[in-house]
């Protein structure tokens, strides 16, 4: 079974970020892996491990990504393809899914996962829209997922606590949900290994993608409080002291 | 401006933010001199139509086959394509579901249009539509335009408008009209099977007035026990935010967020919680939000009552021994 994963790589957690016009200043903070396309990537591991097949990370975006297919290779995918584009921050979900498409239109595969949306624009849509763009059945926000005779059992989250168990057949593009798996760390044994393997690096331009933008982030900000908040300060204990007077008797909640 | 707004329900119930979304629509109606068609999908919704009808909406569009009867999104966007080919609206609107994120942006796309999805907001700057989303987990909004022609589509969180300000029909009732759809079973690839849900949980959040939720902050699993003592001395329950349950630190039924239980207690006390949007709309409803986090520009402050920027590890205990105290 041949997967493709697509991974993206997002400003770290904790990166104090400061905002350029409608993206932020990428000098001096940190990048990690998109952490849901973590638990794809990790799915699709387990999925070859009893399957066999290939494990292909995929990740778009300028220089600095190659770092987060490293490191999908280093938990134990076979190869990656990085499609360099230094502007991809401004690609539009519809548009950064066609160039994905085309990169994976190049590969035989029987599966393509994403993450079920990124941690920095947060769209959630490029699964959906590969699936669109590549003619394949889909399904999202995927919490369990069997592969038997050609076909899959799906475990679909829905709101509220509610599932459900869907039929899908192959080949096809997931959305996995964060959570469905407990994601690996890399083995050293691993990050060696992963010096050997190919990274295939190819551009948007020779991908001929042309995308007219049908959205456009005009600009990014700080969002405006709704509610004055009142901040407590002192030590800790004059701080724990202070709150338990408001709660009691100004909100009186407890 | 023509609006379409595409509601959502299943199993005989609505999802409650299709009301949400009329309110926006109605609002974007207001302010570009608009038309909205409400549109209800499935089979024999006639009861679901009938409701529609009752609010201020120009006509109520019901979209009925046997193929309908369970969501998938290959018969939804075969159907609704259809609708939006046959209606020609500027504008269509849905409630940002998880059964919207599963096909609407194709659904889009294969008009070859994009979406904005999961917005919180709108504007009308001179003849344009400003959407407002958030990025970057809520740390940033972010002002959206559409580019090109009509349709144009979008999505608005849960939340983002208030149900009840939605308003009634003025003139008793809004015509319903049955729109004619052509699908074959053979359109549809997936098969939907049977909706469940997990074994049933010990506890109900949504019932507990005093909640102490814990998120990335609390860092090992080990330390939870300290989150436990401040609950046991409030005399509250013990909830935490996704990644929590995600690492199987608490069971998922502990879950506040979209994903988990939407809960509205008297106090929220949040602690090393950054505030991601998908843990904030399952629980801004809460009477009194006081937020504990280190970070200062962590977004739970915009939410929040009363904040203390500081090390949870710090104020956790400090705060055990005065709620012991003042309930003495």
């Given at each position: ?35 849901p396309d973590s638990y794809a990537l990790e799915e699709a591991l387990r999925l070859k491990e009893k399957h ?167 600009k990014i900000y700080v969002p405006t409080k709704t509610k004055k908040t009142e901040f407590l300060t002192g ?20 | ?316 205990p400090a705060l055990t021994d005065e709620l012991q105290k003042a309930k003495g």
């Amino acid at each position: 079974m041949n997967i493709i994963v697509c991974v993206k790589q997002v400003p770290a957690k904790d990166a104090p970020l400061s905002i350029a016009g409608n993206w932020i200043k990428e000098s001096d903070i940190g990048f990690e892996m998109n952490e849901p396309d973590s638990y794809a990537l990790e799915e699709a591991l387990r999925l070859k491990e009893k399957h066999g097949g290939e494990v292909i990370a995929l990740s778009l975006g300028p220089e600095r990504v190659k770092q987060t297919i490293k490191e999908a290779l280093a938990k134990g995918a076979d190869r990656g393809i990085h499609v360099v584009d230094d502007n991809f921050a401004q690609l539009d979900p519809l548009g950064a899914a066609k160039v994905l498409a085309a990169a994976i239109g190049k590969e035989k595969c029987d599966l393509v996962l994403t993450g079920l949306q990124s941690d920095d624009h947060g769209f959630g849509q490029t699964g959906v829209l590969l699936a669109g763009l590549l003619n394949l059945p889909h399904a999202t926000i995927i919490m369990q997922l069997d592969v038997h005779e050609g076909k899959m059992r799906l475990k679909r989250e829905l709101e509220a606590g509610w599932f459900q168990w869907i039929e899908c057949p192959l080949p096809a593009v997931l959305s996995i949900q964060s959570g469905i798996n407990k994601v690996r760390y890399a083995t050293l044994k691993g990050i060696m290994a992963a010096k050997k393997k190919e990274i295939a690096t190819i551009t948007r331009e020779s991908l001929g993608v042309t995308s007219e933008p049908t959205q456009k982030i005009e600009k990014i900000y700080v969002p405006t409080k709704t509610k004055k908040t009142e901040f407590l300060t002192g030590t800790p204990k004059e701080m724990a002291g202070k709150l338990v007077e408001k709660l009691k008797f100004e909100a009186r909640v407890i | 401006m023509k609006i379409l707004v595409i509601t959502e329900q299943r199993q005989g119930k609505w999802n409650k933010t299709s009301f949400e979304t009329l309110v926006a629509a109605q609002q974007i109606a207001e302010a570009t001199s608009g038309t909205i068609s409400a549109v209800v999908v499935g089979k024999g919704v006639s009861a679901f139509a009938d409701e529609l009808a009752t609010k201020n909406v120009s006509e109520v569009l019901m979209v009925e086959h046997d193929l309908l009867e369970n969501y998938t999104p290959d018969g939804y966007c075969t159907a609704l394509k259809q609708i939006f080919e046959s209606t020609k609206p500027d504008l269509v609107l849905f409630p940002h579901t998880y059964q919207v994120r599963d096909f609407a942006p194709k659904l889009a796309a294969t008009l070859g249009k994009g979406m904005v999805g999961d917005c919180i907001g709108f504007r009308k700057e001179g003849d344009k539509l400003v959407f407002v989303r958030q990025m970057f987990q809520g740390k940033t909004a972010a002002d959206v335009t559409f580019i090109g022609a009509a349709p144009w589509f979008a999505s608005f969180q849960s939340g983002a408008f208030r149900a009840d300000s939605l308003a009634a029909h003025l003139g008793g009732k809004a015509p319903v009209n049955t729109a004619r759809v052509e699908l074959k079973p053979e359109d549809i690839r997936t098969k939907p099977l049977e909706l469940f849900k997990e074994a049933k949980s010990a506890v109900d959040l949504t019932q507990a007035p005093l909640i102490v939720a814990i998120g990335r902050g609390i860092k090992a699993p080990e330390n939870i026990a300290q989150a436990e003592a401040v609950a046991k001395a409030l005399g509250g329950e013990i909830a935490a935010s996704r990644p929590i349950c995600d690492e199987g630190w608490l069971p998922m039924e502990r879950q506040i967020g979209s994903s988990g239980q939407t809960v509205a207690p008297k106090l929220y006390l949040a602690l090393g919680i950054s505030g991601a949007i998908q843990h904030v709309v399952g629980m801004k409803g809460s009477r009194t939000i006081v937020a504990v986090n280190k970070d200062q520009n962590a977004p739970i402050f915009e939410i929040a009552d009363y904040g203390i920027v500081a090390d949870i590890f710090e104020i956790m205990p400090a705060l055990t021994d005065e709620l012991q105290k003042a309930k003495g």
